[in-house]
């Protein structure tokens, strides 16, 4: 099993431009998350899916949007980004009150 | 103010020490605290998980407490490896809601040869 994967693994955006980052699990997981990792902060839920066809708002939805039309897909839009937006955003999964499997991460850098 | 308080934020000790990272919370009520371990440039990686009703858990030369009665977890790391070295996170669980996970900022571990 790969686990979690995410795709791109870096990114360098100019303001206004857009792109989409994908996360794949092959673990069979109902539930999937988006979180960003800022220096000194703890991750924060950006938005997550119980199940396919199903999103919600996490902690810090604004400027974000997300998808999941296959259970072992959920992708992650900026439409506009903005320098705010640099940083590590990750991806993770779990089939319910168990262990988290994140994904590696992906950096981006907005100017 | 972060729910999840993680101190110190980072440490340095020698190879084959041991070392305790402390994690203060103040969510309630909870239904579970988590540790992870996250090297650099990684995505975090479980350690151990306590329900609220659990006060130690162990993995390996990694061993968690927790008393619930003072909202406070341990992570305790025995017999160091130069590859302990990495960002432990403890990450607090709100009941009813697998989605309401509260992370602490992390502690910096680094071990020295």
């Known amino acids: 099993n790969a686990g979690v994967t995410q795709t791109p693994k870096f990114r360098v955006l100019k303001t206004g431009q857009s792109m989409t980052l994908l996360c794949a699990q092959d673990?069979?997981?109902?539930?999937m998350y988006w979180y960003r990792q800022d220096p000194g902060m703890g991750l924060r839920l950006i938005h997550y899916?119980?199940?396919?066809?199903?999103?919600a708002k996490g902690e810090v939805p604004d400027g974000y949007n997300v998808s999941r039309l296959k259970k072992q897909n959920f992708l992650l839009g900026l439409e506009s980004a903005a320098p705010s937006q640099t940083s590590v955003y990750f991806c993770?999964?779990?089939?319910?009150?168990?262990?988290?499997?994140f994904g590696p991460g992906t950096r981006l850098l907005v100017l | 103010k972060n729910q999840v308080e993680q101190s110190p934020q980072s440490l340095i000790i020698l190879e084959g020490k041991n070392c305790t990272l402390q994690?203060?919370?103040?969510?309630?009520?909870?239904?579970?605290l988590r540790w992870y371990k996250q090297d650099t440039g990684r995505g975090p990686v479980s350690l151990t998980i306590?329900?609220?009703?659990?006060n130690t858990k162990s993995n390996g030369r990694y061993t968690a407490t927790l008393d619930a009665d003072t909202k406070q977890s341990s992570l305790h790391i025995t017999a160091s490896q130069l590859s302990d070295s990495a960002s432990y996170i403890c990450?607090?669980?709100?009941?009813?809601?697998?989605?309401?996970?509260?992370f602490g900022a992390g502690t910096r571990l680094t071990v020295k040869p």
């Open positions: 993770a999964s779990t089939g319910g009150q168990e262990t988290q499997y």
């Open positions: 673990m069979n997981h109902e539930y």
């Open positions: 899916s119980v199940g396919e066809g199903t999103t």
């Open positions: 994690c203060n919370y103040t969510v309630s009520p909870f239904s579970n």
């Open positions: 306590m329900t609220f009703s659990e």
């Open positions: 990450v607090v669980g709100a009941p009813y809601n697998n989605n309401d996970m509260r």
